[in-house]
């Protein structure tokens, strides 16, 4: 028989689906194994053949874990809402959710021709309500919870509200809040129901919280940083602008330091790791006090070198902060306006990276609260409203920031040090600071000097000095940042929220979910209002509980519904935890499956989400595990990035005006232009000349030089992309190869984690070992060949080497290297003629995880009947590599004359008599006497004689 890809394959995915050989259910007699992959968006344009790279590599992983007795959960499902979709409902009317389904059921397609071990019972889609539900729920519960940094853990907000009923605000010291409040148990009491809300939304986990966005009016939306180029949005050129807006937040920073801690736990690559901790961004410094002269304004800095008080010759402010205002004099305030109006068009992410100078002075001078000394403030957008408190102590002779601003402003540099160098020569801009030396000879007016301190000793003496005076506290503060949760879209989850007197009140949990509405028009509404503004029915009825119509709204028991939408981190933040309980309609996870599945064990994914999806489902797992919803407070246990696929482009060299083509190696005689060519016509680099004429219209006539009768092509590597013809389909690499040369050839291409080119030139050699192995079974006439003969002891070395070489690869996803181990292997054994069923059918179980279909048709040839998925997975014995023979080369006097073979378990004294009696030696013994004879077992004999 013939190896035909196309029934097997067909037959066996068939199979496969109607027998639902990937269900998996919860088995309290075996342990779990929890494989997932990062679920992708469902595009439009289909995957390409850099898609399923990680899909099958954790493919691999997941049926080997099955061989060896693992209950593998492997779900696969779609990351649903978003910006594609709703994008191309704008221009052409077509609603997002019909495009969705569409994109999906292509995607669904693309992937059953691949044969993947999905358990697609568990699919979810983020877009589904059924599924939303539960970001809904998280949400109202991270509405409902306060963070306790004392207790490291999220608190339900009844327990605040019994504080403040007793102590007022006594107890906040401890919570991660966007503000410090004071009030006493007796104002609280007073408080209105609205105020008391105001007060409870400072401490919430979800919150609405006023906060700098990059608006963009004539979008009428939030832009993210990366939507925004040179102060314009990157799609339509509109202005943007600095925004304070309203806008749900999730309290992420509260978690701060969880994250950090947890990474030691996880087992991710250390860039990945290093990633995300610059990213949190811990760093432990000093929140100082200082007054302002003439005013009873204080306000403080924040500063990690407090050190360097001695240093500072100015101080400045964000221009966002509120002590602008407060601080500027009449005199200064027209050219700090001029100032503020001019920042607010730089997103913050521009001015990180702009090291340009700017700034105005306020007229106002703080105190030194070391020294006395009279600073002026200034303002300047180098300081960022956002981290630490917003204001500055300016050190110039040690920060390059405050240097460049001094030198700019012609502020003053006064190093710690008398008399020390602060030219620009002695900047060292990498590090920042001038000099690393502690003041010395400089004192407080009390005397607290830091003479003869390190730089060390001298932070924590002035931290010391600094609490012991009431001048400030030790700090730690965190760069990550709360998440801004709000988007003025249509096509993400609605929020589950009226609004009450202008403030927000949760939708019974009951009435979850809360269905997104239908709208007529995607875009903002024209008095710029998010696309839910253009919904008719989009009220809460808070008497029959239910959405009704807006023409009912009367503040009284009918209120509007938020019109902002989820971010799209939304939906992908717990969906490995719905996996593994899908269809449960009254919890996110039902305790028995939580328990059981417990978390992640493999996460593969795109290095591309370390800072966004990574902290935001590590963020919102750590909640739920605070709820005792999640078991484990980590999500994803091990983590492999794959690389991406890059394509390999192909060129055709036109003859400059003609609409004549030449071959590459003949193109340097003429004048050509190089143009990209469909990947698809092209075979090993040569052009499938009538293909060609068909491709376009304006190559029907085209002519041809060749070279030996053949147009050769000319190829880059690039980014895969329609517009460089270079996009692979899988489609048709199943086609004319099949699934599993597919899979095997995406495995062969290089390590998971680098990224590569894809190269159709090779795929060839991958059918080819497929149609090997299948000739392993049917070697004669294509007859089926099997036998029950005793293994020979070649037939067992070659098959122990294999089964020890692919599992070592597999534990550490080396594929790659397993492929060519494969090759060998079947190459041994066809070489050998063997035919032991006990070889082959172990070679069957090792191949199963890479090529699924061909090792199920011959698993179920061999007189099988359970599938091949559940075949143990074959156990090397050392027994069988170890070498028969040791082949020695024999020395005289250190040369080396010939080699003898000896048994490989021969003693130093055997192989000692072996070597002297033997033929070959005597020739170079005669009429010598042997001194000394050294073997070394496995390398040497050297017989000295004279
Ligand atoms: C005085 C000083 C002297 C500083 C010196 C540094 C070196 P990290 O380590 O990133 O936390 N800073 C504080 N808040 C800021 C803000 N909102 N925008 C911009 N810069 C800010 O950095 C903390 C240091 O960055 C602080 O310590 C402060 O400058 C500055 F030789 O204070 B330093």
């Known amino acids: 028989m013939e190896y035909n890809f196309r029934d097997i394959e067909q037959k066996w995915q068939k199979t496969w689906a109607a027998e639902k050989t990937y269900h998996v259910e919860i088995d309290e007699q075996k342990n779990k194994f929890y494989v997932l992959n990062m679920f992708p968006y469902p595009s439009g344009a289909g995957l390409h053949v850099g898609h399923p790279l990680g899909y099958i590599a954790s493919d691999i992983y997941a049926r080997y874990k099955r061989q060896c007795g693992y209950n593998v959960l492997n779900p696969m499902g779609y990351d649903a809402y978003g910006l594609p979709a709703e994008q191309y409902a704008i221009q052409t009317g077509q ?28 699919e979810v889609r983020t877009c589904d309500p059924k599924y939303y539900h539960w970001t809904q729920w998280a949400f109202e519960q991270m509405f409902n919870h306060f963070y306790c ?15 403040f009923e007793t102590e007022g605000s006594a107890c906040t010291a401890h919570l991660a809040q966007s503000e410090e409040l004071h009030f006493t148990a007796d104002e609280w009491k007073q408080m209105s129901e609205v105020e008391k809300q105001q007060v409870l939304m400072n401490y919430r986990i979800a919150y609405l919280g006023e906060t700098m966005v990059n608006w963009c009016p004539k979008l009428g939306t939030v832009l993210a940083n990366d939507e925004v180029v040179d102060g314009v949005s990157e799609r339509g050129g509109y ?33 990945l790791k290093e990633t995300q901790r610059n990213w949190i961004g811990r760093s432990e410094g000093t929140e100082m006090q200082f007054s302002v002269k003439d005013s009873d304004v204080k306000f403080t800095i924040f500063t990690t070198r407090a050190d360097t008080i001695f240093g500072v010759t100015f101080m400045v402010l964000a221009p966002e902060s509120e002590l602008v205002q407060q601080l500027t004099t009449e005199a200064q305030k027209a050219e700090v306006n001029a100032y503020l109006d001019a920042t607010k ?5 521009e001015r990180i990276a702009d090291r340009r100078v700017t700034g105005v002075f306020t007229g106002a001078y703080a105190i030194n609260p070391f020294t006395g000394d009279e600073i002026p403030v200034w303002v300047s957008d180098y300081v960022l409203a956002g981290y630490g408190t917003g204001a500055i102590m300016a050190v110039p002779a040690h920060d390059s920031r405050d240097y460049a601003f001094a030198r700019h402003f012609d502020l003053p540099i006064v190093p710690l040090i008398e008399g020390a160098d602060v030219s620009e020569e002695s900047f060292d801009a990498k590090e920042g600071t ?16 830091l003479n003869g301190l390190s730089v060390k000793e001298a932070i924590a003496a002035t931290k010391k000095f600094v609490t012991e005076n009431n ?99 939304a939906g992908s933040s717990a969906y490995y935890l719905r996996y593994m309980d899908p269809a449960n309609d009254t919890a996110l996870v039902g305790k028995q499956a939580d328990e059981y599945w417990q978390n992640v064990d493999l996460y593969i994914g795109g290095s591309e989400h370390a800072t966004g999806h990574l902290i935001y489902s590590r963020f919102w797992d750590k909640f739920l595990f605070d709820l005792g919803v999640s078991c484990k407070d980590e999500p994803f246990q091990k983590l492999v990035n794959q690389g991406m696929i890059q394509g390999r482009s192909n060129f055709v060299y036109r003859i400059k005006d003609t609409n004549t083509f030449v071959s590459l190696g003949l ?39 060749l070279e030996d009768g053949k147009y050769v092509c000319g190829w880059a590597i690039e980014k895969m992309s329609k517009s460089m013809y270079n996009v692979v389909n899988p489609d048709m690499i199943v086609e004319k190869y099949g699934a599993d040369t597919l899979r095997l050839y995406e495995m062969f291409l290089g390590p998971i984690n680098q990224s590569k080119p894809w190269d159709s030139n090779g795929i060839d050699g991958c059918f080819r070992f497929l149609r090997k192995t299948w000739n392993l079974f049917y070697p004669k006439n294509g007859e089926w060949a099997v ?15 294999l089964i020890k070489k692919v599992s070592e690869d597999i534990e550490v996803f080396s594929y790659n290297t397993s492929i060519p181990a494969f090759m060998i292997a079947v190459g041994e054994l066809a070489q050998q003629k063997c035919t032991s069923r006990a070889v082959l059918e172990q070679v069957v179980a090792l191949l199963a995880p890479f090529a699924p279909h061909i090792a199920e048709e011959l698993w179920h040839t061999l007189g099988h009947t359970t599938t091949v998925c559940d075949a143990e997975w074959p156990k090397y014995d050392e027994q069988y590599l170890k070498e028969d023979t040791q082949t020695l080369s024999i020395s005289f006097n250190g040369k080396t004359r010939f080699t003898l073979d000896f048994p490989a378990d021969a003693t130093k004294e055997a192989i000692q008599e072996a070597a002297l009696t033997s033929e070959q030696a005597q020739k170079h013994l005669e009429g010598k006497q042997v001194v000394k004879v050294i073997v070394v077992p496995g390398r040497i004999v050297n017989i000295v004689v004279k």
Not at 434 to 449: C, E, H, I, R, Y
């Open 95 to 122: 609603h997002p959710a019909v495009t969705t389904e569409t994109n999906i059921k292509r995607y669904r397609e693309q992937l059953d021709k691949i044969g993947f071990s999905f358990d697609w019972d568990r």
């Open 149 to 163: 940094k004392k207790c490291e853990k999220a608190q339900p907000i009844s327990k605040l509200i019994k504080k």
């Open 239 to 271: 202005p943007v602008v600095q925004k304070k807006m309203k806008q749900w937040c999730l309290r992420v920073s509260a978690y701060a330091q969880r994250l950090l801690d947890g990474l030691d736990k996880i087992d991710w690559t250390d860039s």
């Open 345 to 349: 068009k730089r997103t913050e992410r």
């Open 434 to 449: 001038v000099m690393n030396s502690p003041a010395d000879g400089k004192q407080t007016l009390n005397g607290f000097t």
């Open 471 to 569: 001048l400030g506290r030790v700090k730690v503060n965190f760069r990550l940042r709360d998440a801004i949760f709000s988007r003025q879209r249509y096509w993400g989850e609605p929020f589950p929220v009226y609004y009450k007197d202008g403030m927000p009140q949760m939708v019974p949990e009951a009435c979850l979910p809360l269905e997104l509405p239908e709208v007529t028009k995607f875009l903002p509404t024209e008095t710029g209002e998010p696309p839910l503004g253009n919904a008719t029915r989009w009220a809460w009825d808070t008497e029959a509980n239910c959405v009704t119509d807006n023409s009912r709204i009367d503040n009284k028991t009918v209120f509007p519904l938020e019109l902002s939408t989820m971010p799209g981190f």
């Open 667 to 705: 193109k340097d005689q003429y004048d050509t232009t190089p143009i990209h060519v469909d990947v698809n016509i092209v075979h090993n680099d040569v052009l499938d000349v009538e293909a060609f004429k068909q491709w376009r219209p304006e190559y029907a006539t085209a002519e041809f030089v």
């Open 787 to 801: 036998t029950d003969a005793e293994p020979t002891k070649e037939n067992l070395k070659t098959l122990h080497k």
